[in-house]
T-cell receptor, first 110, second 113 residues
Framework: QKEVEQDPGPLSVPEGAIVSLNCTYS??????FMWYRQYSRKGPELLMY????GNKEDGRFTAQVDKSSKYISLFIRDSQPSDSATYLC??????????FGTGTRLQVFP | KAGVTQTPRYLIKTRGQQVTLSCSPI?????VSWYQQTPGQGLQFLFE???????NKGNFPGRFSGRQFSNSRSEMNVSTLELGDSALYLC????????????FGQGTRLTVV
């Protein structure tokens, strides 16, 4: 069993839609939960991180963590074509050893 | 502030050869981590260096090695290249290595033929 499971997609939505991206993880020792975005031919960039259960909002993005069910979500409101990228959920304990999900490819069409 | 710089961007090598990849972290960052990204396995952690010491290592064979210099620049070496080593190699830097502020470079695309 992989430590982080993520639906690879691809997910195709129209502009303005609400997007829901999800991951599950297996190890309750994980303390930090992150979402990275990776555009084609680029390195991943950090979108958001949290270390507790609950919601964290940043503009059109909301990250949600449920530690009891080991479930991580990212919601994107009013999605834009510029949001088209691969979204990676990431967990770790407290070091730079990041454990990545396989990524979900998102396509937002005008 | 300059970002993480990886050189070269693209590399083609032959099976059996060795290769060295370079990573210059963001100024002031002391932690450098390396990852391998392939379509089948996604991003996998190779190793992390902090203040010239390897602090963490992933599950890769000994052919994969690295080092960090006193100016925090890091190199990764792969010896006896195999076809399966073809991948995008990404370097990430952070100031303290806590994992919540890692900045990635654009990667080195290695193709082994």
């Amino acid at each position: 069993q992989k430590e982080v499971e993520q639906d690879p997609g691809p997910l195709s939505v129209p502009e303005g839609a609400i997007v829901s991206l999800n991951c599950t993880y297996s190890n309750s020792a994980f303390q930090y939960f992150m979402w990275y975005r990776q555009y084609s031919r680029k390195g991943p960039e950090l979108l958001m991180y949290t270390y507790s259960s609950g919601n964290k909002e940043d503009g059109r993005f909301t990250a949600q963590v449920d530690k009891s069910s080991k479930y991580i979500s990212l919601f994107i409101r009013d999605s834009q074509p510029s949001d088209s990228a691969t979204y990676l959920c990431v967990v770790n304990v407290d070091t730079d050893k990041l454990i990545f999900g396989t990524g979900t490819r998102l396509q937002v069409f005008p | 502030k300059a970002g993480v710089t990886q050189t070269p961007r693209y590399l083609i090598k032959t099976r059996g050869q060795q290769v060295t990849l370079s990573c210059s972290p963001i100024s002031g960052h002391r932690s450098v981590s390396w990852y391998q990204q392939t379509p089948g396995q996604g991003l996998q952690f190779l190793f992390e260096y902090f203040s010239e010491t390897q602090r963490n290592k992933g599950n890769f064979p000994g052919r994969f090695s690295g080092r960090q210099f006193s100016n925090s620049r890091s190199e990764m070496n792969v010896s006896t290249l195999e076809l399966g080593d073809s991948a995008l190699y990404l370097c990430a830097s952070s100031s303290q290595g806590e994992g919540t502020e890692a900045f990635f470079g654009q990667g080195t695309r290695l193709t082994v033929v």
